[in-house]
């Protein structure tokens, strides 16, 4: 959160072949991929789902231009769904093994901003305190404390995916969202370098229709003129 993503798949969904899915941020990787014998998780298998029916109706009614689609769930990247928290967990590896044996093809955009900006920005959103610097201090060193005392006895994966480490007084997984380094490596072990494109926030400010070229020529999808991409 915090790093533009919003503003990117604006841009992205103005494309006359992206076909939006049921909302922004299904956040349906990050959060309901539990697979038991519960009845609402086979209702959360089905809600993902539905969530791409409008381009299959297009699909269904003739429609025979190349169209795609996608999850824009920035939590995707980096959060991990519940059953992840178990120390015996495989994940983070996981998420993206299981993404990439359903969806082969599927590429996968990054978008980044610089750690600290992306972290303070974060506070001033969403942390529910007077929002003064002074608390923000003391929110990040309060990260910092109870990562250095969960690594004392567990490993970097566990502590990424434990809750009781990650959220802080903020409730916010403020840390942890500014680790890139660790998250993007661990998708790079399992996804093609050729189907993962990696953008920085700043660029986007500064330079949107450069950018967009770029994520369209990724996309596969037709060029379009400056006009069409910023109107």
Same mark, same amino acid.
């Given at each position: ?105 599927? &590429?996968?955009?990054? =978008?980044?901003? @610089? /750690?600290?900006?992306? *972290?303070?920005?974060? #506070?001033?959103?969403?942390?529910? !305190? ?69 953008? &920085?926030?700043?660029? =986007?400010?500064? @330079? /949107?229709?450069?950018? *967009?070229?770029?994520? #369209?020529?990724?996309?596969?999808? !037709? ?9």
């Amino acid at each position: 959160p915090k790093s533009g993503t919003t503003a990117l798949f604006y841009y992205i969904e103005k494309h006359p072949d992206y076909v939006s899915s049921c909302k922004k941020e299904p956040h349906w990787w990050a959060k309901y991929t539990i697979f038991d014998e519960k009845d609402r998780d086979i209702a959360s298998v089905l809600y993902y789902i539905k969530c791409f029916d409008k381009t299959a109706q297009k699909f269904s009614n003739g429609h025979h231009k190349l169209l795609i689609t996608g999850d824009e769930s920035a939590s995707t990247g980096w959060r991990q769904p519940p059953y992840t928290h178990h120390e015996r967990s495989r994940l983070p590896c996981e998420t993206p093994l299981l993404i990439n044996e359903l969806q082969p093809k599927a &590429k996968y955009i990054f =978008l980044m901003r @610089d /750690p600290v900006e992306r *972290l303070y920005s974060s #506070y001033w959103n969403f942390c529910t !305190s007077k929002n003064v610097p002074t608390d923000f201090h003391k929110m990040v060193l309060f990260d910092f404390q109870s990562w250095k005392r969960c690594l004392e006895s567990n490993s970097t994966t566990y502590c990424l995916s434990n809750k009781t480490y990650v959220e802080n007084v903020c409730k916010l997984h403020g840390l942890k969202e500014s680790m890139y380094y660790i998250f993007v490596s661990i998708w790079m072990q399992v996804i093609p370098r050729d189907r993962m494109l990696f953008l &920085k926030s700043e660029d =986007l400010k500064k @330079d /949107p229709a450069g950018v *967009l070229r770029r994520v #369209y020529k990724f996309l596969e999808l !037709s060029p379009v003129s400056d006009e069409q991409l910023l109107q």
